[in-house]
C-alpha cells in the first residue's frame, strides 16, 4: 500500500459509494438475474440480457458490478452465482432474502430518498415517497394486494432467516402453547413446532395478513399444524397461551399504542407465564449495532430501544427476571416472566 493510499478515508469512500452498490444489488435481484444464472449458468452477458429482456451493454455493466461486489463469478464461460447467491438472492434459494431486497428497493429505498426532509420534519415521508399519506403503517402496507404480498414476503424472509436462532435462544420446552402476536406467515411458529414438538403454536395477525398466508406455508407438512388466528391486538381479546411473542412489533409503535398491547398482554398472563421479544437491542449509548440505528431512520412513530429501557419498559407490565440473547446477528431475544402475585 502506498502512503498515499495509507492516508485515504477509506471508510467514508466506501460509504460514499454504498448507495450505488445497494442499488446494483437490487436492480439484479428485480430482474431476477441471479434466479436466470441459478437455472441456466454460467451465461454470457448477451445471454442473461435476452432472457431478461434487458440491453446487452447495460446487462454486462449490472454483471461486472455484481462481480465487483463479490456476488458472482466471472470466467471465460460466463458469469455464475456465488454459493451465498444461490442460497440468499434467488427467489427460490433456502434463505431466500429476495423478499426483503425487492422491499427494500420499492419501499425503503423512496423512503430514504426523502431522508433530509424526514430529518428536516421528524416524520415518516410517505406523502412525498408515494403521494399518500399513511394513517397507519400497516393500513399503508395492506392497501393493496401487490403491496401486501411484498410486505409479507419481506417479513418472511428475515423471519425465516432468524427463526432458528430465536426458537433456540432460550430453552422454550416448558411452555405448552404460545402465541406469536404479528406473527405474519408463521415462519418463526413452524420452527417453534420443529424444536418443540409438544408445543401449541398459534399466529395471530390481521384478517388481511391471515387471508393470504397459504403461499408462505412450508409445502410439506411434517408437525402439527400451526393454528392462525385473525384479530386486531390492541382491540380483540388474545388467544391463551403460557408464552407469548412479539417479534419485531414494539419497534413500529409510539408509547401510547405499546401501553394498550402490554396492558392487554399483561392481563391475559397468569403468574409464570412468558413473554419473548425479538428486537434488535440497541447498547446503552444507542448507537449500536448500526443497523438498528440506521431502520430508525425511516421515521416510524415508533423507536428502537437500549436493554435496559426494554427491562424497564416490561417491568412496568408486571414481567420481571428479564433475559437478554444478544446474537449479534439480525435480531436478539429478550425473555421475561409475569410476576407472581403478591400473597
Ligand atoms: N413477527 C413477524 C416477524 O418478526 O417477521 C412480523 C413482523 S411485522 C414488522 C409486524 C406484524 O404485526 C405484521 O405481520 C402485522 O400485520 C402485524 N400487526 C400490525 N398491527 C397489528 C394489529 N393491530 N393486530 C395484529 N397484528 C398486527
Redesign the pocket.
Known amino acids: 500500500v502506498s502512503e498515499s493510499a495509507a492516508k485515504l478515508p477509506s471508510k467514508i469512500l466506501d460509504l460514499m459509494d454504498g448507495f450505488k452498490a445497494s442499488k446494483a444489488l437490487f436492480v439484479a435481484s428485480k430482474l431476477k438475474m441471479f434466479d436466470y444464472l441459478k437455472n441456466k449458468g454460467p451465461l454470457k452477458a448477451v445471454d442473461v440480457a435476452n432472457e431478461v429482456g434487458t440491453s446487452v451493454c447495460g446487462t454486462e455493466r449490472l454483471l461486472d458490478a455484481c462481480v465487483a461486489l463479490g456476488l458472482l463469478e466471472k470466467t471465460s464461460q460466463g458469469y455464475s452465482n456465488t454459493d451465498s447467491a444461490n442460497i440468499y438472492l434467488t427467489s427460490d434459494g433456502e434463505y431466500s432474502l429476495h423478499g426483503y431486497i425487492i422491499h427494500s428497493n420499492d419501499h425503503l429505498w423512496p423512503l430514504f430518498t426523502n431522508l433530509e426532509s424526514a430529518v428536516r420534519e421528524g416524520s415518516r415521508q410517505n406523502h412525498r415517497a408515494f403521494g399518500r399519506k399513511a394513517e397507519d ?2 393500513k399503508d ?2 392497501h393493496s394486494q401487490e403491496v401486501k404480498q411484498r410486505f ?1 414476503a419481506a ?2 424472509s ?2 425465516h432467516l432468524t427463526a432458528r436462532d430465536l426458537a433456540t435462544a432460550f430453552d422454550l420446552s416448558q411452555f405448552k402453547s404460545t402465541c ?5 406467515t408463521g ?2 411458529a413452524h420452527e417453534l413446532i420443529q424444536i418443540y414438538p409438544n408445543m401449541k403454536v398459534t399466529v ?3 384478517p ?2 391471515i387471508a393470504n398466508i397459504s403461499y408462505f406455508q412450508p409445502s410439506e407438512q411434517c408437525t402439527a399444524p400451526v393454528t392462525f388466528v385473525s ?5 380483540d381479546n388474545l388467544p391463551e397461551a403460557d408464552l407469548y ?5 414494539l419497534h ?1 409503535w409510539p408509547d401510547e399504542k405499546i401501553h394498550i398491547l402490554l396492558s392487554k398482554i399483561s392481563a391475559v398472563c397468569k403468574p409464570g407465564s412468558a413473554l419473548l421479544v ?1 428486537e434488535i437491542v440497541l447498547d446503552e449509548q444507542k448507537t449500536h449495532p448500526p443497523r438498528a440505528v440506521l431502520q430508525s431512520l425511516s421515521m416510524t412513530e415508533g423507536k428502537q430501544r437500549s436493554g435496559s429501557e426494554y427491562k424497564q419498559l416490561l417491568e412496568k407490565y408486571g414481567f420481571t427476571n428479564t433475559q437478554f440473547k444478544i446474537t449479534g446477528t439480525l ?1 436478539d431475544a429478550v425473555l421475561c416472566f409475569k410476576k407472581n402475585l403478591s400473597p
Open positions: 403503517l400497516f402496507y395492506y409479507m417479513m418472511h428475515i423471519a406469536d402476536l404479528g406473527g405474519c415462519a418463526l395471530f395477525d390481521l388481511e395478513v384479530g386486531d391486538f390492541f382491540k411473542i412479539l417479534s419485531r412489533v413500529d425479538a435480531l
